[in-house]
């Protein structure tokens, strides 16, 4: 979830007035933040809510608040629409039909009449890395360049260029690199080159003179690319690969810009290919439809009356313009939000514009009858038994290491389900039994009074051909005793003890196990299946562990007793 | 020293009191200064030597007594051949028993029939027809002379079954004679075939300290005799031997022994408790297996493919086999209809083409909420169910991140559940689980609700927290799975009020493999 750093000063003025404490942290919720800390003049505020990055700044942030406090819903004058073409003034971007492939969108727009100050430079520079990493998947999906404006000659050109044979320097160096060198020798080139390095072409952005914009997603050029405080025209554009997002973070920036002062330019985008919207589009660019909303799904859901008037009025609070039509509100999406996929998301502005404090919680009515499953009240026999024993209980990780499960263990390990991407070696398997994990208990413990009796009831999963998944997830039960009498026949009879008051039959057939030594190890039979293990280990095991105690252990797969 | 005599009196061992009583009544003879030395427990109290180093110094660190003098003493102990000799007898004495039975017999014969060597019955011999009890007949048999053993022989018994007694004899208790007697069957160093070996050892007397008189006076006041009853045996039961006897008192302030008996993890009786208390308010169990599908953990949940949470960094994936082989229809068609255009939802949906290859691949489940999706295309309305459940995330382990750690989720259905019941379900659980004493909402988001809510509670110690998060499904979660009424989603985060029941602040802690710490570890 992004966190921000905002200059408090310029916050509260977006705002409109300054807020502090609980008020502040309490109106704070309407935009699903918190406070993280605040240490003058610098707020850190966490947002929460992945489908709104128009929250993800200064400017926007404050804007939901203001908008909650007053109920005044801002106008923005630069947006064209699928039928409202505003003027563009020649400026404009064209497209190779190479790009396609590759990096198909492109979205602009120039910006003028104030210069920039520090605060505003951050704010944007923030609201570039926010955008571009969260919503644009690590710049993937979305990557954003900042320009001088004044020097640019249009039309720009968006290129698919070769990674070779083109050159430039590109910002924070001072000699010019090929598109394939950056992606080795500069920073950005090793962190975003990912993005790129699989196609035979790269996107490249030149002005009409040839100048270079930069190389997106990866970095600016130093030329033109390199925006100051004090800056008083600028250029904005956004390329990826989903046109929808694109769109709404280049209205995002435009919004924030707007509210700040500027005055925003539209820029018109020419394909040679088809998009949703045409060939040309003019960006900054509003595409959503009205929503039409039953204001009864809405009580219904949130268990509270609303009238349509009500419901308006609560969208409003929102940042939604609104108007009734019968039982429905038709909702208009402000120029910055896409989030709204369903009905169920006005429903959502509905509670918030209305304010939590509004619902009281009732108790749920229907009766049902609680029940725990057939394994657990199983498991809590078992465990009762053990504890009866002289088992002490434990819970182990489900997951380890090759070392633990099979090298320390003498097994191959070919039913365990290894993890593609382990974070570490010691966290690369997940158990097959629960032998290893009483072993490794064992192996620290050499300090607590004997005897050692311990158990654990856990699942343990392992490959199965037969399976959908192919693997198995079981339920056992695992219990070691150690000692210096700690041999076969101690742990044997306290599987004869577990068995009779499960009631269940049970049979003994002598096995050849790596893990333990011959002739004192068996596997236990329940009418022909083979349910477990018991075992004296085998001091080579023991030694793998660093263990200087005789052990015995069992194992038995409860799932087959249900 | 500080003595509280009343405390004391209570809790005497039986040679205590038998030290004491004697002591009294030797200061009451004498009128003089009490000295209590080995010598004297042995002769005066028939105590052995083990006793009386027991006595002296329990007495000594109650301040009962005090150190006087010490003083190099000798003594005489059997060696391991003396004890045999007190306990079968004297080669002396199983020869003339020998012979009084069987007759006269060859000296042979004898070492035979006693197992013994011909060298030591023929020495036992020598010393015995020197003293006239035994002579060799014509036949070179032996016969007994006098009816009984000689005094020389008689004192020898009589000295083993002294020291066997007394666990030593001290020189100065001897007569001359007797003195001469041991000397010729002792040697010094204890050599193996003498049964009684010198030792040189340092004395230390004592004497009685004004607490011990005093406590000796108390000791004779209430009746005290050392002959109290210790243990209570089923002979003495049996035989009524008890009646009419006292017990001996015990100290009840003595620290007991450390036990290691049979027990119940705590942490693992802190999730029963929980799902004893889900239980109690109408919620069914659920379980699932370990490794999940993407279609279940994501998918199904209405989180688009290339949401940030699903990146290769969040989930583990399953290195062989890469995928499942199928996903139960019509659960994929639907879901994945949901998520490129809304299918029947009422949704737009995410506008993007579901990718059928990706959905099947096999990941450790990352979230319960996999159970709570995988539960709705069988649940009954009105349902309520809940699971605490193993997760597992790609999370670097620390004190408060593990590699895997359970989860509680859930989820409730109805054709009138709203955001309202879904408020009194949290308050339910802040109260009933938590033990909360206040409980705030604030709006939430998760991929997979809407409205979303979290609760915050304030705990008695834990002050203001995250309880937990909840909302509403998505229809585009419910009704993929043929689901048509509202479903709640809750999970709770009960961690940290477990560590805090078992006064820890580790998750780690909670998993460890150390037996003492669990051992040890018990519920605040």
Known sequence: ??????????????????????????????????????????????????????????????????????????????????????????????????????????????????????????????????????????????????????????????????????????????????????????????????????????????????????????????????????????????????????????????????????????????????????????????????????????????????????????????????????????????????????????????????????????????????????????????????????????????????????????????????????????????????????????????????????????????????????????DYLGFLHSDRSADFNSVRSHVAVLFYYLSIEHMMRESEDPRFITGRCAEVFVANERVGVVGEVHPQVLENWGIQMPCSVCELDLTIFL | M?????????????????????????????????????????????????????????????????????????????????????????????????????????????AAELELDNKDIGSAFGLMSKEGVVAMDGEKRVTLKLPDLSPHIRTIRALLDRAAQQGAIEESSLTASELEILQSVSKKRGAGSAPFRVAEREEVAYRMTAEGLELARRVEEQGLTGEEIGALTPAMLASGEWKGKAFRRYNIQTPPARLIIGRRNPYAEYLQWVKDKLVSLGFEEFDGPLVETEFWNGDALFMPQFHSARDIHDVYYVAAPERATEIEQPWLDRVAEAHENGGDTGSRGWGYSFDRDFTRKLILRSQGTVLSAKQLPKAKIPGKYFGIVRCFRYDQVDATHGADFYQTEGIVLGEDVNLRTLLGLLKMFAEEVAGATEVKYVPGYFPFTEPSIEVHIKHPDLGWFELGGSGIFRPEVTRPLGIEVPVLAWGLGIDRMALLHLGLSDLRELFTGNIENVRQRKRK
């Open chain 1, 1 to 474: 979830m992004p966190k921000i750093e905002v200059d408090s000063r310029a916050f509260f003025e977006f705002v409109g007035r300054r807020l502090e404490g609980d008020q502040f942290e309490q109106i704070l919720t309407v935009a699903k933040a918190e406070l993280d800390s605040s240490e003058d003049p610098v707020l850190k505020i966490e947002l929460n809510d992945t489908n709104r990055p128009d929250l993800w700044s200064t400017a926007g942030l404050a804007r939901q608040l203001r908008i909650y406090l007053t109920g005044a819903i801002p106008k923005y004058r630069f947006f064209s629409t699928p039928e409202e073409r505003l003027d563009f003034s020649g400026r404009t971007i064209e497209v190779d039909p190479n790009l396609r492939e590759i990096r198909p969108y492109i979205a602009g727009f120039a910006v003028a009449g104030k210069s920039l100050d520090e605060a505003e430079l951050k704010d944007l520079i923030q609201t570039q890395e926010k955008l571009c990493w969260n919503y644009g998947r690590k710049r993937q999906s979305i990557a954003m360049g900042v320009y001088r404006h004044e020097s640019m000659k249009y039309p720009v050109h968006y290129r698919a260029a070769h990674p070779d044979n083109t050159n430039f320097v590109p910002l924070g160096m001072d000699r010019p690199l090929s598109l394939r060198k950056i992606l080795s020798e500069h920073p950005k080139g090793r962190d975003f080159g990912w993005i790129v390095e699989g196609f035979d072409a790269f996107p490249f952005l030149t002005d009409d003179t040839g100048d270079v914009l930069s190389f997106p997603p990866v970095i600016n050029s130093a030329k033109l690319g390199a925006v100051e405080v004090g800056d008083t025209d600028l250029f904005i554009e956004l390329t990826g690969t989903d046109i929808d997002s694109l769109l709404t973070a280049t209205s995002i920036v435009a919004c924030d810009l707007a509210d700040s002062g500027f005055t925003i330019l539209p820029v018109a985008t020419r394909y040679s290919y088809d998009t949703k919207y045409g060939r040309e589009i003019i960006a900054p660019f509003y595409f959503q439809r009205p929503i039409s909303v039953d204001v009864d799904y809405g009580s219904r859901l949130l268990g509270l009356e609303f009238t349509t008037e009500e419901a308006v009025a609560a969208v409003a609070k929102m940042g939604c313009r609104a108007k009734a039509e019968g039982k429905k509100i038709s909702v208009t999406v402000p120029e910055y939000r896409n989030d709204f996929l369903h009905a169920v998301d006005v429903v959502e502005d509905m509670m918030m514009g209305r304010g939590l404090g509004a619902f009281e919680p009732i108790q749920p009515g229907d009766f049902t009858v609680g029940r725990l499953t057939e394994i657990e009240v199983l498991a809590r026999r078992v465990k009762n038994t053990m504890v009866g024993l002289g088992y002490q209980e434990m819970i182990f990780n489900y997951l380890g290491s090759r070392k633990d499960y099979v090298e320390r263990m003498r097994t191959s390990g070919e039913e365990l389900v290894r993890i593609a991407n382990p974070m570490s070696e010691n966290y690369e398997y997940v158990r097959s039994s629960i032998i290893p994990e009483l072993l490794g208990a064992e192996a620290v413990s050499a300090n607590a009074a004997y005897p050692h009796s311990i158990f654990e009831v856990g699942k343990v999963s392992r490959l199965d051909p037969g399976d959908t998944n192919g693997t198995v997830t079981r």
């Open chain 2, 2 to 110: 500080n003595v509280d005599i009343g405390a004391e009196v209570k809790h005497l061992h039986p040679l205590e009191i038998r030290v004491l009583r004697w002591a009294a009544g030797a200061a009451d003879n004498s009128k003089r200064e009490v000295e209590l030395r080995t010598e004297i427990l042995i002769s005066s109290l028939a105590f052995n030597v083990g006793q009386c180093n027991q006595v002296f110094s329990w007495l000594t660190a109650k301040g009962l007594v005090e150190e006087k003098e010490r003083m190099q003493r000798t003594f005489y102990e059997l060696t391991e051949r003396g004890r045999e000799f007190q306990e079968v007898g004297t080669p002396y004495e199983r020869l003339a028993k020998t012979v009084r039975e069987r007759g006269p017999l060859a000296l042979t014969e004898i």
